[in-house]
T-cell receptor
Framework: GQQLNQSPQSMFIQEGEDVSMNCTSS?????WLWYKQDPGEGPVLLIA?????ELTSNGRLTAQFGITRKDSFLNISASIPSDVGIYFC?????????????FGKGTKLSVKP | GAGVSQSPSNKVTEKGKDVELRCDPI?????LYWYRQSLGQGLEFLIY????????KSGLPSDRFSAERTGGSVSTLTIQRTQQEDSAVYLC??????????????FGEGSRLTVL
């Protein structure tokens, strides 16, 4: 079935650094979404992308829907401590399995010790 | 409330007992999802309800797991004869089933299940 490969699995950030993560798939998707999960909470939608090639920003966050429709990236600029958490990408394909929505395994952001 | 509500927030049970987890989706949302998240892991799809259509049960890990959604609103996830490996956070999410935002799931805070 469809799968998403999300990388990196984890990373450490230092305040002020830029962060980049991405998701790739062997299948095409109609929509790409990025969620963030804070400890003890459910994931919250950050950015939704609906068109191939689309580049969307939300504050310090920027995400792109790959032109091939098989990948997406999320960048966080000038990271701050509250950026820590788990970031999930998700791809949607109307008529697909799992309620049409496939999640990546997440990228865990932690603060550098 | 305005968001997805799940109960209980925490449940500790003994191996072999049955548990029920409840989800109240956002009013008017026709799509409802259940996911399982083990410690530090990703979201494991369990089941998906969409309106009056037959649910997609393809993610349920065994026949000890079942879920229903009554009246197109509240959903209950039932785990029978719980095992220690069932310990996880069970997340519910709902979505307004319009083409422009079908992927915009709203998650509850989860029910943390611990099986002793």
């Amino acid at each position: 079935g469809q799968q998403l490969n999300q990388s990196p699995q984890s990373m450490f950030i230092q305040e002020g650094e830029d962060v980049s993560m991405n998701c790739t798939s062997s299948s095409i998707f109609n929509t790409w979404l990025w969620y963030k999960q804070d400890p003890g909470e459910g994931p919250v939608l950050l950015i939704a992308l609906y068109k191939a090639g689309e580049l969307t920003s939300n504050g310090r966050l920027t995400a792109q829907f790959g032109i091939t429709r098989k990948d997406s990236f999320l960048n966080i600029s000038a990271s701050i401590p509250s950026d820590v958490g788990i970031y999930f990408c998700a791809g949607q394909n109307y008529g697909g399995s799992q309620g049409n929505l496939i999640f990546g395994k997440g990228t865990k952001l932690s603060v550098k010790p | 409330g305005a968001g997805v509500s799940q109960s209980p927030s925490n449940k500790v049970t003994e191996k072999g007992k049955d548990v029920e987890l409840r989800c109240d989706p956002i009013s008017g949302h026709t799509a409802l999802y259940w996911y399982r998240q083990s410690l530090g892991q990703g979201l494991e799809f369990l089941i998906y309800f969409q309106g009056n259509s037959a649910p997609d049960k393809s993610g349920l890990p065994s026949d000890r797991f079942s879920a229903e959604r009554t009246g197109g609103s509240v959903s209950t996830l039932t785990i029978q004869r719980t095992q220690q490996e069932d310990s996880a956070v069970y997340l519910c999410a709902s979505s307004l089933r319009a083409r422009s935002n079908t992927g915009e799931l709203f998650f509850g805070e989860g029910s943390r299940l611990t099986v002793l």
